[in-house]
């Protein structure tokens, strides 16, 4: 299957700090690809679908100010979370569809943990 | 709005039992439903996508079904191992690429 990489696996940061994390395809490329945000013990939670080349489009009730998304090339995508607060700790989930006869299967990076102090 | 349940949300079984884990959503109007493993702490790994023209998909000891009329779709696994510990998740795609997530049920395979 499809690779996507995060980085970094883990992050903890001062409160008012920003944190960047990345996230690869690494043998495909993505023109989309989805950031979400997994809260302990619950499920996951889309909060952004990231387009290269446009802007990101955000799900009802995510701050596009905090959270920044920048889909720089066919197979990288950010996510900053600006000024960031303990409330920000969470686990956080890029993925990225794979197109063609794979019928968009969605493949899924490994995950960051931030935790803001 | 889709809304996805799985139940149970925990299930404890010896080594050997088969597994049934259950899954429900309220649009039938799907693409396609995915089915993932989540360790502790880590990304989830697909395990197997139906296409919404499908009724089960196989791949070794696990076996998916879907009935897309009633909403529901089941995971089977056989022969439950220790190894299978994991949360499973099950996801559902309407017509774009947003998936939408059930809780995910917990599995715990006592040796």
């Known amino acids: 299957g499809a690779v996507v990489s995060q980085h970094p696996s883990w992050v903890i940061c001062k409160s008012g700090t920003s944190v960047k994390i990345e996230c690869r395809s690494l043998?495909?490329?993505?023109?989309?690809m989805f950031w979400y945000r997994q809260f302990p013990k619950q499920s996951l939670m889309l909060m952004a679908t990231?387009?290269?080349?446009?802007?990101?489009?955000?799900e009802q009730g995510v701050e596009k100010d905090k959270f920044l998304i920048n889909h720089a090339s066919l197979t990288l995508s950010t996510l900053t979370v600006t000024s960031a607060h303990p409330e920000d700790s969470s686990f956080y989930i890029c993925?990225?569809?794979?197109?063609?006869?794979?019928?968009?299967?969605?493949?899924f990076g490994p995950g960051t943990r931030l935790t803001v102090l | 709005k889709q809304e996805v349940t799985q139940i149970p949300a925990a299930l404890s079984v010896p080594e050997g039992e088969n597994l049934v884990l259950n899954c429900s959503f309220t649009?039938?109007?799907?693409?396609?439903l995915q089915w993932f493993r989540q360790d502790p702490g880590k990304g989830l790994t697909s395990l197997l996508l139906?296409?919404?023209?499908?009724r089960e998909q196989t791949s070794g000891r696990l076996n998916a079904s879907l009935d897309k009329s009633s909403g529901r779709s089941t995971l089977y696994i056989a022969a439950s191992q220790p190894g299978d510990s994991a949360t499973y998740l099950c996801?559902?795609?309407?017509?774009?690429?947003?998936?939408?997530f059930g809780a995910g049920t917990t599995v715990t395979v006592r040796a």
């Open positions: 649009d039938s109007a799907i693409y396609n």
């Open positions: 990231s387009n290269e080349g446009s802007k990101a489009t955000y």
């Open positions: 139906i296409q919404s023209s499908q």
């Open positions: 043998d495909f490329q993505a023109t989309t």
């Open positions: 993925s990225a569809p794979l197109a063609g006869i794979s019928y968009n299967e969605q493949f």
């Open positions: 996801a559902v795609r309407p017509s774009d690429y947003k998936l939408s």
